[in-house]
């Protein structure tokens, strides 16, 4: 909808500041606020405008963006003291974007409709360089009228739109995408492992992976920042446990004997107590090195993820 140039953003962390940035850069006008007004210095500079509280932001917005690092950060963000629901109202669209708990997102979006407003829940998937390039794929679940009245939107921040039904689908599905995500992390620490040991070049070992079966997104992404020894994948170790002990949720939900799931939350506690909470989530693997006092390098793999790829136009995936 043509009246919808009007943005407000709340959370502008490592994703959220990339996510930001693509929106103005396509010409929305970009109402902004965080807990730190420092991160948002450079997005004000190039043109967001900065408001002191949520009030302000509904006042000069009709789509509100959160994009918050837990399910307490969005809850404090809606229903904490001069929370969204105040002030929020039949004209305008929430869109939640980051991975929380399908329960809560369920609650706080029937507050937010009592108060006549819309609400889809949209979590993103593929990688902070693929954010940042506006390549991300977008996981969306709500009304299809709001679908339809976002995907402008979000064919700006994204490129691969999958709708995928009522409120709590993209939010369960974006939980089970990072489990497996973090299960491969783990694999793939214990795959290069056994090519040091055996005296594989781990170059060698990392091509090999890469054109077999056992290939995958991850692979792709974070094996090569593990082999350079900056393991920058911009994912930090309290938001990997967070997600993790999302999907052991979902298991003890639905009472599913798993096993890998209990295995995957206990080494990444492990790895949070070692670490810290802000350590990077692949440097999940130095506990694998540490225990075999080897390190997992190889020359000519990058420190940072860059998508060198132009920016796509945003697509819905229909099948």
Request: one cysteine or more; aromatic letters at 8%.
């Amino acid at each position: 909808m043509n009246q919808d140039i009007n943005i407000g953003f709340i959370g502008l962390g490592n994703v959220g500041l990339k996510i930001a940035s693509r929106i103005l850069k396509d010409n929305y006008n970009l109402f902004i606020n965080d807990l730190e007004f420092n991160k948002c210095e450079k997005l004000i500079s190039n043109g967001a405008i900065w408001c002191d509280d949520y009030q302000k932001i509904s006042e000069k917005s009709s789509i509100i963006i959160t994009c918050l690092p837990s399910p307490e950060a969005v809850k404090n963000v809606i229903e904490g003291k001069n929370g969204l629901v105040n002030y929020i109202n039949r004209n305008h669209l929430w869109i939640e974007m980051s991975t929380t708990d399908e329960n809560e997102m369920k609650r706080l979006s029937k507050l937010l409709e009592n108060k006549n407003a819309e609400v889809l829940e949209s979590p993103i998937t593929g990688g902070q360089h693929r954010a940042e390039s506006g390549n991300i794929s977008i996981l969306v679940s709500g009304k299809r009228k709001n679908f339809d009245r976002a995907f402008k939107l979000l064919s700006t921040i994204g490129h691969e739109i999958l709708f995928c039904g009522k409120i709590g689908n993209a939010s369960t599905l974006k939980i089970v995408t990072n489990f497996l995500a973090s299960t491969n992390l783990v694999s793939l620490g214990e795959a290069l492992m056994v090519c040091k040991k055996y005296g594989i070049d781990l170059r060698t070992a990392y091509h090999g992976i890469k054109i077999s079966s056992g290939n995958s997104f991850v692979h792709e992404t974070e094996s090569r920042v593990i082999l350079n020894g900056s393991y920058d994948v911009g994912f930090t170790m309290d938001l990997v446990c967070k997600d993790v002990n999302l999907f052991d949720k979902l298991i003890d939900k639905f009472n599913i004997p798993a096993e890998l799931s209990k295995i995957i939350n206990k080494i990444f506690s492990k790895g949070l107590n070692k670490y810290g909470k802000r350590s990077l989530s692949t440097s999940i693997v130095k506990i694998l090195e540490d225990k075999c006092n080897e390190d997992l390098r190889a020359d000519g793999f990058p420190e940072k993820l860059i998508d060198d790829n132009p920016k796509k136009r945003g697509i819905e995936i229909k099948f």
